[in-house]
């Protein structure tokens, strides 16, 4: 009996110890990137921005002609559909500017006309020195976008028309801003639109 009650306290002590050791929590894993930004933001203007953009305005237009005046609107389910396909991803294409550690452009990439436009290397210490205005161009792109998927899911033509000129003047003040800040007339152009804007307001 006296070799029994010695040996209680050892098995007390181990099964105390062995329920220690599976409560402990798992090392955590390595962390791995949230996101593995490959394209460059010249990348995703040129295959994502700029076509579905185009696409958007040309899925509503009036054109004059010797025939008159001729209306062209998605009028089928499918061509409503297909539009909302180019709402959806130039929408989505402002979050993919936001993705931390994505690049303007590739190593030596140059600009086409030096005379107006700023370099990359320029392009993307602007945005690294003000990443708060980076981010509220690209929603404004994002939000106006919005009302255009708003419009094609109300299958409202004259909504949609209206739209693009939101979606015009996201894309032209991140382009006055970051691309071509020293094209002048430009310059003027879009700040007496968008003075007449808030005066209709």
């Not at 009302?147 to 094609?152: E, R």
Request: charged share 30%; with cysteine.
């Amino acid at each position: 009996m006296r070799i029994i009650f010695l040996m209680l306290p050892v098995t007390v002590l181990l099964l105390l110890a062995g329920s220690c050791t599976a409560e402990q929590p798992a090392a955590p894993a390595a962390s791995q990137p949230e996101f593995k930004p490959t394209a460059t933001v010249k990348d995703i203007m040129d295959s994502i921005v700029d076509p579905n953009a185009d696409l958007i305005w040309e899925s509503v237009a009036s054109t004059v002609s010797d025939k008159g005046i001729e209306d062209k609107m998605p009028k089928t389910d499918e061509e409503w559909a297909q539009v909302r396909r180019y709402a959806i991803a130039l929408m989505e294409s402002a979050n993919l500017l936001l993705v931390p550690g994505r690049q303007i452009a590739k190593p030596g990439d140059k600009a086409e006309d030096s005379n107006i436009e700023l370099e990359p290397e320029e392009i993307q210490a602007i945005v690294d020195n003000d990443r708060a205005t980076w981010m509220e161009r690209a929603l404004v792109l994002h939000d106006n976008t919005l009302v255009a998927l708003k419009a094609i899911e109300a299958k409202d033509a004259q909504a949609l028309l209206f739209s693009g000129d939101g979606i015009d003047q996201a894309c032209e003040g991140c382009h006055i801003k970051y691309w071509y800040p020293k094209d002048s007339e430009a310059v003027r152009l879009y700040e007496e639109r968008m003075k007449e804007a808030a005066e209709a307001k």
